[in-house]
């Protein structure tokens, strides 16, 4: 989308106003860079001079967005013309990419179809549960391999134990 | 791993230390909940006595792991039998799976093994990540561009009368 044609929109717009459907209105509902509703309002008179001060004020919001699409579409140029090239560096693979496609289509198709497997995934899921969850991450935190396989190491690695300050403890 | 394993661990241990380990202490060196160290000796006299201050200590870190163990296997039995289950699940898919992967593979090897491909690649991923781009896509988003030009479409025609 290119900055001109959010300005050709408006343009119509006004031009409506100004001819056909001199003497009305109309109720421009946008959303501005927090999200909020922004409402204008542009209205004609019943000769189709439009409000000036309501064409500034929404033309003012409309130059940042054809602002914003402007630099989009500019920055996006070298995109584009990687992407072609691309593209072409990827046609001589078209067949097995196609072949890919094709197996992996298959493969979901025939999962998707197979209830037991769905049934059996779901199953899986739902063993995961929070406490489930939880008591992975204490274990893991825990150290608990670890701990335990200290306690198979350490039986044997005793030294002689003296009684007193400083020995033994 | 059960928590009785771990008692079980320990209780050779203290009998080693009341009967051939008489007189002897056993430095076991745990990591504790956040990658501490905590060294915990285990001695006992030259009678086999061993010395309950310690073993208390031993065994209180022991309870926990003891704890966290059983409450793991308890927990991880469902999920156990569920894995195995899924796995019998996708028996009757294997040829195809196998195939998906062959055709992966296949594809794989050769866009690795094609230069001017990689080449393009590491282009096009380049080229998004230029500042410049990524600066005007958030401007982009943030002035909500699509959503007012729809509006702009949509108001057209919806005149009201003043």
Partial sequence: ?169 | MTGQDFQDKLDAIVADLQTAGKGKTINLMFRANGGAANVLPLSSTAGGVVNAGQLAAVQSFVDDLKGIADTYTTEYAPVTAASEAFRLAQVPHEALTEAARVARVALSDALTADAPYQAAKTALDNARTVATYIDARTQYEAENVSENYSELSSAKGKYVGV
């Fill in chain 1, 1 to 169: 989308m290119t900055g001109q044609s959010i300005q050709d929109k408006l343009n119509l717009i006004i031009s409506d106003l100004h001819t056909d459907f001199a003497g009305q209105g109309v109720n421009l509902m946008f959303r501005d860079v927090t999200n909020t509703p922004v409402v204008f309002v542009i209205t004609a008179n019943e000769i189709g001079e439009v409000n000036a001060a309501q064409v500034a004020a929404v033309q003012a919001f409309v130059d940042n967005l054809v602002n914003a699409a402007d630099d989009l579409e500019l920055f996006s140029i070298p995109i584009r013309a990687a992407q072609i090239a691309f593209n072409a560096a990827q046609l001589p693979h078209s067949a097995l990419i196609e072949s890919a496609r094709l197996a992996r289509v298959a493969l979901q198709t025939a999962l998707d179809g197979d209830a037991n497997y769905q049934q059996a995934k779901g199953d899986l899921d739902d063993a995961k549960t929070v406490e489930y969850e939880q008591a992975l991450v204490d274990y893991k935190n825990n150290n608990v391999p670890e701990n335990a396989a200290e306690l198979s190491n350490a039986r044997g690695n005793y030294f002689p134990f003296v009684d007193g300050p400083g020995g033994g403890q």
